[in-house]
């Protein structure tokens, strides 16, 4: 595919990935609120903050390619994880992931100024139980601190994953396949 885009993300992790589907891009930073709206479910957060990240760019002024917008969130008893607000958070949420199977959810959107397309992934991951000693360590690694759900699968978080059922890669934050066809059918419409 010879498609250029932009990327509404500053996440390096996105840029590697989308830099795996052999697709041009810039990459640009978006600052946008990424709270919940009062009973706004995970599902329906996820998708509304990556059109908003993508119809932000167009509005930016990157209007002559697709922005793809993408934003994800770890789910537990239907409550969004957030990227923790210090240790005493994040070790809450560890411990609430430890032994048990929560969901990772990615939206992509691609937006122009005549359209927005958008799609929701969701994927299962299963934690082993962890020690108190492993969430600290985990926590000075500083690896946790700019992650959803307080940890990263492709880096040291990884090694507390026992199973997944789904995409690797909407964990990790871009869903490869999902992506690339959601483009195919922006471009088509």
Same mark, same amino acid.
């Given at each position: ?21 052999? =697709? ?5 930073? =978006?600052?946008?609120?990424?709270s919940p709206l009062p009973n706004e479910q995970p599902r329906a957060l996820v998708e $509304?903050? @990556?059109?908003?990240? @993508? ?9 002559? $390619? ?29 411990? $609430? ?11 992509? @959107? ?24 492993? =969430? ?16 990263? =699968?492709?880096?040291?978080?990884? $090694? ?30």
């Amino acid at each position: 595919m010879t498609t250029s885009v932009y990327l509404a993300s500053a996440s390096p992790r996105r840029k590697e990935l989308l830099s795996q589907l052999g =697709i041009e891009f810039t990459q640009f930073s =978006i600052d946008a609120d990424e709270s919940p709206l009062p009973n706004e479910q995970p599902r329906a957060l996820v998708e $509304r903050l @990556a059109r908003l990240k @993508a119809i932000s760019g167009v509005k930016l002024g990157y209007k002559d $390619r697709p922005v793809l917008g993408s934003d994800t969130v770890v789910v537990i008893d239907n409550e969004s994880l957030g990227k923790p607000r210090d240790e005493a958070d994040f070790t809450q949420t560890l411990k $609430r992931l430890s032994g048990n199977t929560h969901q990772v959810l990615t939206a992509v @959107a691609f937006a122009t100024q005549e359209k927005v397309l958008s799609c929701v992934v969701s994927t299962d991951v299963t934690f082993k139980a962890l020690t108190d000693e492993e =969430i600290k360590a985990y926590w000075l690694s500083g690896e946790p601190q700019d992650k959803a759900g307080g940890y990263g =699968i492709q880096g040291l978080g990884g $090694r507390f994953v026992t199973h997944i059922s789904g995409s690797y890669f909407c964990v990790v934050g871009l869903p490869l396949y999902e992506t690339e066809q959601l483009l195919h059918a922006f471009l088509r419409r």
